[in-house]
């Protein structure tokens, strides 16, 4: 299952982008769907931003249970039977 950061059935919009020419020619050439091509990394773009942003956000929460897992361990270490 993937799952996206945004509304896949939002409409789309029309946007200009500025881009090298040789390479616009190229990916052209070669029949590459640039809007779709576009989404595809603009989507996973937002998906490593908000992922870094969540990381930053909770990092000190982050610190505080890996303390408290390294000195105490977890209830997975005391309910296991192995």
Do not use: C
């Not at 090298?20 to 070669?30: C, V, Y």
């Not at 809007?35 to 990092?59: H, K, M, P, T, Y």
């Amino acid at each position: 299952m993937h799952l996206t950061p945004y509304k896949a059935d939002a409409p789309r919009k029309a946007t200009n982008l500025t881009v090298n020419s040789d390479l616009l020619a190229q990916a052209r050439e070669l029949g590459i769907n640039l809007s779709a091509l576009f989404e595809q990394a603009l989507g996973q773009a937002v998906r490593e931003a908000r992922r870094d942003a969540w990381i930053a956000e909770n990092r000190q929460a982050l610190v505080e249970y890996n303390q408290r897992v390294a000195e105490r361990g977890s209830f997975g270490d005391r309910a296991r039977r192995f």
